[in-house]
């Protein structure tokens, strides 16, 4: 046999897997998102996950999501997105595209168009109707900022770790 191998995965099932499997380290027992930036050339530049910020035990900080504010994950966590851009100590994000499991809400897309990132492919889009993820867009629109939905191959990938 001569020739490459045909069966490769595309660039964007590797970048969505990794996004994915690094929403996997996420302590949240309900959500776990995760993001992978990548440069114009298909570098991984960054990755994040949902979780609480540094210093700040996942053990006494409430995982929660209803009742009082101050007793649930929504005033702690910080999202995969935001971490992904704070992870980076490269530069500059200028031009890059942004995997993500979960579409951004309103917060991360300041921090997505301040960062310089491009691009926005998600996987979900489950909050669509709500006001953080309609302010979301109209902001990535005004700072033209590209987004579309990942469209899966239906392949499945499997491996032991």
Not at 43 to 52: A, D, E, R, V
Not at 104 to 133: L, M, R
Request: glycine share 8%; hydrophobic share 30%.
């Amino acid at each position: 046999m001569s020739g490459k191998r045909e069966n490769y995965i595309s660039w964007d099932e590797y970048f969505m897997a990794v996004a994915r499997l690094a929403g996997l380290r996420s302590k949240d027992p309900n959500s776990q998102v995760g993001s992978c930036i990548v440069s114009t050339d298909n570098k991984i530049l960054s990755m994040g996950y949902n979780g609480f910020p540094l210093g700040c035990s996942d053990d006494e900080y409430p995982w929660e999501r209803e009742g009082d504010p101050m007793e649930t994950k929504y005033v702690y966590v910080t999202h995969s997105e935001l971490n992904a851009i704070l992870n980076y100590r490269g530069g500059s994000l200028d031009g890059a595209k942004l995997y993500v499991s979960l579409f951004p809400c309103n917060e991360c897309a300041k921090a997505i168009i301040q960062s310089g990132i491009k691009e926005i492919i998600y996987a979900e889009d489950k909050y669509a109707d709500t006001p953080s993820v309609k302010a979301s867009k109209r902001m990535l629109n005004s700072a033209g900022v590209t987004y579309r939905k990942y469209e899966p191959s239906g392949r499945k990938i499997e491996f032991e770790i």
